[in-house]
């Protein structure tokens, strides 16, 4: 797409887009590291929850991921 005169908004997508991807990788971590299965309540909760926020996210940071693209030559 031609999105000539707009780097600011190019930049914002761009800057947002990175900063998705280091919260990703975070959610992604902490989705290892507790597990839905665990023996600790406290940790299958977590897990639960985490990971059905990574699922969620992970739609989100692609729409996002797909925007940035566009911006891209």
Do not use: P, Q
Not at 8 to 33: E, K
Not at 58 to 64: D, G, L, P
């Amino acid at each position: 797409m031609n999105f000539t005169g707009n780097k600011v908004l190019s930049a914002a997508i761009a800057a947002l887009s990175n900063d998705m991807c280091d919260l990703h990788l975070r959610l992604r971590g902490l989705v290892s590291t507790y597990y839905w299965n665990s023996d600790v309540l406290a940790e299958r909760l977590a897990g639960h929850i985490l990971r059905d926020a990574h699922d969620r996210y992970v739609e989100i940071y692609k729409t996002i991921n797909e925007l940035e693209h566009h911006f891209k030559d």
